[in-house]
């Protein structure tokens, strides 16, 4: 038999206090007294209540919901960066919706539709790449967006990553800087804006120095593409240092090149990733890699969303902030080397 719902005036009747009272102890930001709230929960809990959020959004018109969509979970960037955006949008007062997509736009623009039905205040767009039609149809609704670690070349659109550019640069330096001539890379999915700019650094850096990029493969953020990479690029004249284009890769790449080809990282071949991820800290890899700056990123892109919630008139922000080498043992270190 159905239990009928409690209703927030029951709540107020039990509680000796207002019905706006109620409402105001189950709204963030609001005020009350702490009086207030403690005898509005006790008789919350008592009566089995439970504010009713959606109902409270079509009053108001502020449903404090974030649409958070994501293509990429495999790589342990994405896991531990969208915890970082849910507590931290959580600390300020919203609910977290996420949503799972694939690279292709077509797929991202339907799954962004179906966000819009929620009546989202702003949406988070991490490892995406959206459609210019679908970002001007988000704008035109007035719902904010801002783009994870991905940007566009529209410049209307809001985004965060690290300075993928000079990460690029700063795992050419040092491979340069530890003598090594024979050099490959390992991309990423080459729709990615992270892949197409840290290859740029990359291999800007190689040629201002007068090497030429020795080889190179796709492995598409995936650990099987890049174990196929790897055995492709070391079938004949291999290498002696890898530049892949995240730490999901790299450590494929590592495995390979150790129990399928019998190399010794760093002796035979020096391996640098990208991200810093858990994984790459673990003994079995010590990986060399350049580090995303996660937690300035997360909230860098909170920060610019809710200030678009707060004030629709503001102008798009790009922010790209600088990651360090975090130097390990998977690559040769230089002579003399200071980190």
Not at 149 to 156: G, I, K, L
Not at 217 to 229: H, I
Request: charged content about 25%; hydrophobic content about 40%.
């Amino acid at each position: 038999m159905a239990t009928q719902k409690v209703t927030s005036l029951e709540v107020a009747r039990l509680a000796g206090v207002s019905q706006s009272a109620v409402s105001r102890v189950f709204t963030p930001g609001a005020s009350a007294s702490k009086k207030t709230v403690e005898k509005v929960r006790k008789a919350a809990k008592e009566l089995g209540y439970r504010p009713n959020v959606l109902a409270r959004a079509v009053v108001s018109g502020k449903s404090r919901i974030i649409g958070l969509v994501v293509a990429y979970l495999n790589n342990q960037f994405y896991p531990e960066a969208l915890e970082k955006l849910t507590n931290t949008l959580q600390e300020r007062g919203y609910h977290v919706l996420i949503f799972m997509a694939s690279h292709e736009s077509g797929n991202i623009d339907n799954v962004v539709e179906e966000i819009l039905d929620f009546q989202v205040e702003g949406i988070i767009a991490a490892s995406v790449a959206l459609s210019s039609d679908l970002s001007d149809r988000c704008r035109t609704a007035g719902i904010p967006m801002v783009l994870f670690n991905r940007a566009q070349d529209d410049t209307a659109m809001s985004s965060v990553t690290s300075d993928n550019v000079a990460g690029g640069r700063k795992a050419a330096e040092f491979l340069l800087a530890a003598g090594h001539q024979k050099i490959g890379y390992i991309a990423g999915w080459e729709g990615a804006s992270t892949q197409r700019d840290r290859e740029t650094g990359f291999v800007a850096t190689l040629q201002k120095a007068g090497v030429t990029l020795h080889a190179r493969e796709v492995g598409n953020f995936s650990t099987e593409e890049a174990r196929q990479a790897t055995l492709r690029m070391f079938e004949a004249d291999p290498p002696d240092a890898v530049f892949v284009a995240n730490d999901h890769m790299a450590v494929s790449v590592m495995d390979t090149l150790r129990f399928e080809l019998g190399l010794n990282v760093p002796g035979d071949v020096s391996v640098i990733g990208y991200d810093d991820v858990t994984v790459a800290s673990w003994p079995a890899y010590n990986l060399t890699t350049i580090r995303q700056p996660a937690n300035r990123m997360v909230t860098e892109t909170v920060d610019i969303l809710l200030g678009k919630i707060e004030d629709p008139d503001a102008g798009p922000r790009r922010v790209e902030i600088d990651g360090p080498l975090i130097v390990r043992g998977s690559a040769r270190i230089p002579e003399g080397w200071k980190t």
